[in-house]
């Protein structure tokens, strides 16, 4: 497993660590010898990567490591790390270790932060009819345990039209002086729009501008189908917290996730469970008790073999294969597209439907060609698809030509 192995997906000269500002000032990356690194059914177009990740070789072989080591004496535990990991996510996201929590997946993150936040029986959290039905779950019972309230909004007419001046004028209008969070979603599931962050961020701004520290609306984002899709810094968004499995587009280790929250918001939100840690008041947040360690730890390869690849390229080559499905589907009779066209309003997740069959039935044919992909099942039930840098252009050609012959 020498270094030399391991960089070969980059073509060229052994350029090791790079962090291009522009994907077309960047070298080329072998995309098939990324795709290597991972051990795929080859007998499957997978286009749902998305899902629940496969691990590149180098997370495996650090999984094995940590495993090897707390199989030989599990005393041997190693806080330092978690730390690592911290300081590792911190920098991807464009943020400081202390201010990231370590948690388990995406759900038990936003869980941590509703359940946490200190909240009034006469405030409530927003959320809109586009977020996870978790994420409205996590809200709901935290809200319970309160005595608030949870408000569902509605942030856009139709997706595939949704600009950013829409989203921020309707949450405008929603926002009352009760509202204590606000959450969104940065790439919806349920239909693949990207959500501007920022530009709600703007509105939640203004809201909070004669505010007490304890009626401060905090705005909260489910990330986890931006992080390591999108090219951004999640950290610098404007959000007031950012959550995210790193075990989707981050190839992350099963069983891991992310939070992020603004230092400036930190005391508004006391820890649910208690912690393995008290090196900061946000990494308290982090549920403790024994885990899956090995796998907790095997997130800093993740996150190295991302910064070795480039974020602004993997983003790149997530919104190609995307807008080259878009397009091919824009082609076919009978097939609406539900996702906006517009790359600046989307990332890897394609939301569409076939005249004539459920998305169910979608999936079912796609199936039978050896082509794996999903419907938005907690929403209306579109055939979705997700492209991921292990997907290649004739992948995507396979499908459109499957699709036009349902
Ligand atoms: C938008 C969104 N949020 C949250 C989740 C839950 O993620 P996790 O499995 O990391 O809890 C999913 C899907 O699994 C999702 O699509």
Redesign the pocket.
Same mark, same amino acid.
């Given at each position: 497993m020498g270094g030399m192995e391991r960089r070969d997906f980059l073509v060229g000269t052994g350029l090791l660590a790079v962090a291009p500002t522009a994907a077309s000032a960047a070298p080329a990356l072998d995309w098939g010898a990324v795709r290597r690194e991972f051990r795929l059914d080859p007998t499957l177009t997978n286009l749902g990567l998305? *899902?629940?990740a496969s691990n590149p070789r180098e997370v495996r072989t650090a999984v094995e490591d940590f495993k090897r080591k707390l199989d030989a004496n599990s005393h041997d535990l190693m806080p330092e790390q978690a730390q690592e990991v911290a300081g590792a996510l911190g920098q991807y996201v464009g943020g400081a270790a202390d201010d990231i929590a370590l948690v388990?997946? @995406?759900?038990?993150?936003?869980s941590i932060v509703y359940g946490g936040l200190k909240l009034r029986q006469d405030q409530e959290l927003l959320l809109n009819d586009q977020? %996870?039905a /978790?994420?409205l779950q996590a809200a709901q019972l935290a809200a319970r345990r309160a005595g608030a309230k949870v408000r569902i909004g509605t942030l856009y007419e139709n997706s595939a039209r949704v600009t950013e001046d829409e989203v921020a004028t309707r949450l405008r209008n929603s926002i009352t002086p009760q509202t204590r969070a606000v959450g969104i @979603? /940065?790439?919806? !599931? !349920?239909t693949g729009v990207k959500m501007p962050v920022r530009a709600c961020a703007q509105v939640v701004a203004e809201a909070n501008k004669d505010r007490k520290q304890e009626d401060r609306c905090l705005l909260v984002v489910?990330g986890? %189908?931006g992080l390591a899709a999108v090219d951004d810094d999640a950290a610098r968004l404007g959000a007031d917290v950012f959550?995210?499995?790193t075990?989707?587009w981050l190839f992350g280790p099963r069983g891991t996730?992310m939070v992020w929250v603004n230092p400036q918001v930190g005391n508004q939100i006391v820890p649910l469970l208690p912690s393995l840690t008290s090196r900061s008041e946000t990494a308290a947040l982090g549920p403790g008790g024994f885990h899956a360690f090995e796998h907790f730890y095997g997130v800093k390869a993740a996150v190295q073999f991302h910064q070795r690849l480039g974020r602004t390229r993997v983003a790149a080559r997530i919104a190609e294969l995307a807008t080259r499905f878009k397009d091919g589907l824009a082609e076919i009779p009978g097939v609406v597209i539900h996702t906006p066209r517009d790359p600046a309003m989307s990332a890897g997740m394609v939301c569409f439907d076939v005249n004539g069959k459920t998305g169910d039935q979608v999936v079912a044919l796609l199936e039978q060609k050896h082509i794996q992909i999903t419907t938005?099942a *907690?929403r209306i039930p579109y055939a979705r698809v997700g492209t991921a840098i292990l997907n290649t252009p004739q992948e995507i050609d396979r499908t459109l030509k499957e699709i036009r012959a349902l």
């Open positions: 998305f *899902y629940l388990p997946n @995406t759900t038990v993150g936003l977020d %996870h /978790w994420h @979603t /940065w790439v919806q !599931s !349920s489910d986890v %189908h959550v995210a499995g075990h989707k996730g938005a *907690y």
